[in-house]
């Protein structure tokens, strides 16, 4: 960070602070979602396309709306309206990833990657493989639109942290993550309704990763088939690089939105300093193999 | 029989349908109201399974009555168990019992959290309060509260399940092996504790596989045999020989 602070005087300007801080938004969104998946010792491999279908719905809705043929019928949606199917369409992919998860007791690996793959497939579908631009003022204001001077993108992943703060620390539900992810079978022995944790928990992943999909898809005014394309990657990396641990009971908000705020970074920094996009890759994975080895450290010093 | 807390009938958890086969088979007994009772047998003889099935863990496959208070209850869950007042100690802590990254009184609260939330937000203060009243109950030696579970004795980690149980304000408990892997003063120290609890009135089923612990403790003793009840003694009619040949009947 200083050496890029140094090279390259685009780098430590206002402009491009709040440039990154509208970059990682998306990815603190779906952060924090993959967060409390993480907590209870899963994983959620669908973000990224779910964040791609609902950004998708959203948009078609609000352009084309729905035409029933046999009946003659057709339903417009307001921008509110077509934000919300987007989001109600987000949560319950992610419920069908926790009820497979738990009624199932498939592995949140094999059911996410699946989800991967399905949701990508229906976004392809419902665009037919184009985008769908155009989407007017009011839409676009969600993603590049200024309140209070700050941008739009950052109020909302803002308030998704805070909340997801409160959840953690301050409710049962919170208290029961940490404990599921701990020890599931203490938790289950204890009486907590393990199954309903685990679905609300991926529900919220799919509604976060949606709220992601609407700020992206306002952001580029157009709803891409392939956006999000391996955004999961970047969203555990910020989970690790944060703390929390893949085997589930540790870690926190903050440390995640820290780690979005690093890769973002150096997504950024590298981008300014002309480094190759090769190397870009090679040292992201050696930040996120130092954030892991430095947690490991930490974590056996104190036991 | 008024003060009978728990009372099984013709109890079996199926193993396999196909082969007619039990884990635990056709078993009944009552337990009283501060009554201590032991249930002995050897490895695989049910004991483990009896509990786990009375406790809702294998509800899908289990057969009988259960009654709590005279009244007959259904446990399709854990769940169900704790709302019924049952509470029980794991055989083994680390594995089922404690999540060991936790606070002490984070795993205190753990099966009782409604008693300190408010429209499910959390009170710590309440919370801690709540613990600090069990650590000094039970004579948890610990740092404080605060402190991580995996960091105290095998006995006060103990206590500390009990204290999550105790905080559920149960009925009955069901303690399988629950001296196991703790140093003699700890033990001598559970002892009165279950002696404690049975004068406030709970019952309890100790389950043990050592003899003389049983025979301490217990004011009954079940022993089970191949997933069957072989014998019930009382007290001052048991003896070792008795047990064993019963045990291996």
């Not at chain 1, 793959?117 to 769908?132: C, D, N």
């Not at chain 1, 529900?203 to 999961?232: F, H, K, M």
């Not at chain 1, 870009?280 to 947690?295: F, H, N, R, S, T």
């Not at chain 2, 289990?62 to 704790?82: C, F, L, P, R, Y």
Request: charged share 15%; with cysteine; proline share 2%.
């Amino acid at each position: 960070m200083y050496s890029a602070g140094c090279t390259s005087d685009k780098f430590m300007t206002s402009e491009n602070g709040w440039n990154i801080m509208q970059q990682i938004s998306v990815n603190v969104c779906i952060s924090v979602g993959m967060t409390l998946v993480i907590l209870t010792k899963g994983i959620d491999l669908s973000v990224g396309s779910i964040l791609a279908f609902s950004g998708a719905v959203a948009a078609g809705l609000l352009k084309n709306g729905i035409e029933i043929p046999g009946l003659d019928l057709y339903i417009g949606f307001t921008v509110f309206g077509a934000i919300l199917m987007g989001i109600i369409i987000g949560g319950s992919l992610g419920f069908f990833n926790g009820w497979m998860i738990t009624k199932f007791k498939v592995a949140p690996f094999v059911v996410t990657l699946a989800m991967l793959t399905m949701a990508r497939g229906a976004t392809m579908l419902w665009t037919g493989g184009f985008p769908i631009t155009g989407l007017g003022d009011h839409f676009a204001f969600i993603g590049t639109g200024w309140f209070l001077g700050i941008p739009m993108p950052v109020w909302i992943s803002a308030i998704a942290v805070i909340l997801a703060i409160i959840l953690l620390t301050k409710t049962k539900f919170g208290r029961y993550i940490y404990a599921v992810g701990g020890n599931e079978s203490a938790a289950r022995l204890s009486g907590l309704n393990i199954n309903k944790i685990k679905i609300w928990v991926y529900a919220l992943s799919g509604i976060l990763a949606a709220v992601g999909g609407i700020i992206l898809t306002s952001r580029l005014d157009s709803a891409q088939p392939n956006a999000g394309l391996s955004y999961e990657l970047d969203s555990i990396a910020a989970v690790v690089i944060g703390g929390t641990s893949l085997s589930g009971g540790r870690g926190s908000i903050i440390g995640t939105v820290q780690g979005a705020l690093i890769i973002g970074v150096l997504n950024s920094g590298l981008v300014l300093l002309n480094v190759s996009p090769f190397w870009q890759q090679i040292i992201k994975g050696l930040v996120i193999l130092i954030a892991v080895i430095l947690d490991r450290v930490n974590h056996d010093n104190k036991d | 029989m008024g003060n009978e807390v728990l009372n099984v009938r013709n109890l079996s958890l199926v193993k396999s349908i196909a082969d007619n086969s039990f884990l635990v088979n056709d078993v009944s007994f009552n337990l009283r109201k501060g009554e201590v009772v032991g249930i002995f047998g050897l490895m695989g003889a049910g004991r483990t399974e009896l509990l786990e099935a009375l406790f809702g863990l294998h509800s899908k496959n289990t057969i009988g009555e259960i009654h709590v208070d005279g009244k007959k209850v259904k446990i399709n869950s854990v769940m169900d168990a704790v709302n019924h007042g049952l509470g029980l100690v794991p055989e083994d802590r680390k594995k089922d019992g404690l999540v060991l990254d936790m606070q002490v009184f984070k795993n205190i609260s753990l099966a009782s959290i409604e008693q300190t939330t408010h429209y499910n937000l959390l009170n710590v203060t309440k919370e801690r309060t709540l613990a600090d009243k069990y650590l000094g109950e039970l004579k948890i030696k610990t740092s404080g509260s605060n402190q991580k579970v995996m960091n105290l004795s095998g006995g006060n980690q103990q206590k500390v399940v009990l204290s999550k149980w105790l905080a559920t304000s149960p009925k009955v408990l069901f303690l399988d092996e629950p001296t196991r892997g703790i140093d003699v003063n700890a033990k001598n120290e559970i002892y009165h504790l279950i002696n404690d609890l049975a004068l406030k009135g709970l019952g309890v089923l100790v389950v043990s596989s050592e003899l003389p612990e049983i025979m301490s403790i217990c004011d009954r003793i079940i022993v089970m045999g191949k997933s069957r009840i072989t014998a019930i003694f009382n007290k001052d009619e048991a003896s070792e020989d008795k047990i064993m040949n019963a045990a291996i009947s």
